[in-house]
């Protein structure tokens, strides 16, 4: 009975070993079925926000940041792409269209709870800032944030210019022809010192606005 007893505990435990990766692979299809269910309901409101062809209802703001704080981190980077996209191009041209974009940005920035991604505060910053009703305040905020998140490795984002543009439009001086206060001038001169020094040097000759309040202020283009 011994001798079968040893030759039987191997067999039982290869057997409960076999069950264990039965389940455990049971799970993992369960779950990878979850997420792939998660993935195409995110992306699938997300482009129903994003399309303004359709005429459907518009989606609550904690709706949209359920649904994307439940998608995988790699559909999270498709719709952040998807909704830069539609800011990019039409910023300018479509302002109704790209505003659809910022309760998406919203959303990412929400599902970020460990405030690893700069690029969600600082694509709404701009949204916000090119409004057809642009608010300078909150968008000012946000580029705020994402300069303090993106660190000193800034190469190829706007952020201090067109925080420099929230400043100035806020500037109840410059909306009245007159000098800024010392803090405003030393604040926006600081936002376009840098732009000038990440090789943008171009953007300040090129706005209006940045032209205007340096001539108001007395200050050379240089930034002397």
Known sequence: MRFGRRIWQPVTKA???????????????????????????????????????????????????????????????????MARTIRE???????????????????????DTEGKYHRNHGQLGYALKDKTNPDWGNAEA?????????????KGFLYEFNRALCRIHQDVAFEQQQRSSPETRDAILNDLRATRHMGLARLLHEDPIIKRWLDQNGIAMDLS
């Open 15 to 81: 057997v409960e070993t076999s069950q264990q990766a039965v389940h455990t692979s049971t799970q993992i299809k369960e779950q990878l079925e979850a997420q792939t269910q998660s993935d195409a309901l995110a992306l699938s409101l997300v482009s129903r926000v994003l399309d303004q062809s359709l005429q459907m209802p518009a989606v609550p703001q904690e709706e949209l940041n359920s649904v994307i704080a439940a998608a995988s981190p790699a559909v999270k980077v498709t719709i952040f792409t």
């Open 89 to 111: 191009e039409n910023w300018r041209t479509d302002k109704v269209k790209m505003e659809r974009t910022i309760p998406i940005f919203r959303a990412l920035m929400a599902s």
């Open 142 to 154: 946000e580029l705020t944030i994402a300069i303090h998140m993106s660190g000193p490795d800034k």
